[in-house]
């Protein structure tokens, strides 16, 4: 059995063990991110989760290269989770979905990629009916705040890890203009680096697994920069590695596709923003100091660029945390409110239906009956709706007591 399995069935085993919350108490959020774990640490914690969302009815799964983010709702009130995670529930793990949808809990605060790759999560949960009532109404809640915090960013600065990784790059060229860079990554990330190269005057060339990728990129940047960029295939990139000043890779599953038989005698700068990480390991001590990876990009400080008005976002995303807390529990008094109400009228119309069979009593009698009946049953519990009403957090325990989860 792997480290992975052996995460999983602890997670999959305690979840069975307890009757569920419900309100925002079902929420929970499991995380790996930059601040808890290395890169390697990450991907193992994060197939750990990619197995526990596959046994969820309900969850968005986020996984970016700087952290992996499940948010579930809980089948029990306690559960394991996989090492080098942290796990919050309730109105904790609302604020941290806030949090990370408007990128307060960033390497690069505010950045770009991370609302839209929140978005894609929720709206992959959603395609595949993962997203129940809850999550929907959390991920419409946290995007709109991420659009929000976003609005008051200050232009220019880092935007995001691909900004302050050729920033890094680039200062640590003697001349750039005269420097020759190599992109292995079409995606986000990829276009990101060969923009901000291209604005320093290197000559760049993008390349991908597949050579139409690179080539509709080039193009891209061509419309943009009004310099078009080599495409390559990746290939055709790797044959000619040694050639470049700098090599930055941004892509997913490309564990150790840089090495130093490939690199010769040649000692490029590195930039590794893939996930796992795409430089073999016994070629990071021979480039030392000439390296730029996920982990050393998120260690590095920066200045907001939301400035004094980071900490009154933060502010609002707990205040927006609670309101969800209080919408979610609201909604919880309502359905327990209906299932109380409901399991009344069966069993006074169980009853009903008994004395219907004894045939002891007439129409009249009988409907005499069901009023009374019906008119008791109201008034017992007319009070006990008007608290839960106000009180929704007693929703669970109203379910409890009367077994109403069944």
């Known amino acids: 059995m792997t480290a992975h399995d052996s995460d999983f069935r602890r997670i999959q085993a305690a979840s069975r063990s307890a009757s569920p919350p419900s309100g925002v108490g079902a929420l929970f959020v499991i995380a790996a991110t930059f ?107 946290a995007i709109r705040f991420g659009r929000r915090v976003r609005s008051h960013a200050a232009p220019g600065g880092d935007r995001s890890l691909a900004d302050r990784a050729a920033r890094w790059a680039i200062a640590n060229l003697a001349d750039p203009v005269r420097g020759r860079a190599l992109v292995l990554g079409t995606g986000e990330m990829g276009r990101i680096l060969a923009a901000r190269f291209l604005d320093a005057g290197m000559a760049v060339t993008v390349a991908s697994g597949r ?7 080039a193009l891209e940047l061509e419309r943009v920069s009004g310099r078009k960029p080599a495409a390559a295939s ?15 890779v941004a892509v997913r599953g490309g564990r150790s596709l840089l090495d130093a038989l490939g690199l010769g005698h040649a000692r490029p700068l590195i930039v590794d923003l893939s996930s796992p990480p795409a430089l073999a390991p016994g070629l990071r001590a021979s480039l030392a100091g000439r390296v730029c990876d996920l982990d050393s990009l998120a260690a590095a400080d920066a200045t907001s660029p939301l400035g004094a008005r980071e900490s009154a976002f933060r502010a609002e995303a707990r205040a927006e945390a609670l309101a969800f807390a209080e919408w979610a529990e609201q909604r919880a008094a309502t359905g327990a409110v209906a299932r109380l109400h409901a399991r009344a009228a069966g069993v006074k119309e169980r009853h009903v239906a008994r004395l219907a069979r004894e045939a ?14 019906t008119a008791m049953l109201n008034e017992l519990l007319h009070e006990p709706t008007v608290r839960l009403r106000r009180r929704g957090e007693a929703a669970d325990a109203v379910v409890e007591l009367f077994g109403l989860g069944a």
Request: with cysteine; hydrophobic share 45%; aromatic share 4%.
């Open 35 to 141: 601040r808890e774990a290395g890169t390697e640490e990450r991907e193992r914690a994060a197939a750990a989760l990619e197995l526990l969302a596959a046994e969820l009815p309900e969850h968005v799964l986020l996984r970016t290269c700087h952290r992996v983010e499940l948010v579930g709702i809980a089948r029990s009130s306690t559960h394991s989770r996989p090492a080098a995670t942290r796990e919050v529930h309730g109105v904790e793990a609302a604020e941290r979905v806030f949090l990370v949808a408007g990128g307060l809990d960033s390497a690069v605060v505010a950045e770009e990629q991370l609302l839209g790759q929140v978005r894609g999560a929720y709206e992959t949960a959603l395609g595949a009916c993962h997203s129940g009532p809850l999550l929907n109404e959390l991920f419409r809640r």
């Open 211 to 217: 050579a139409e990728r690179a080539q509709r990129l």
């Open 234 to 248: 990746r290939q055709e990139a790797l044959a000619a590695v040694g050639q470049f000043d700098v090599v930055a």
């Open 360 to 373: 002891r009593y007439d129409a009249g009698q009988l409907a005499a009956i069901d009023a009374m009946a």
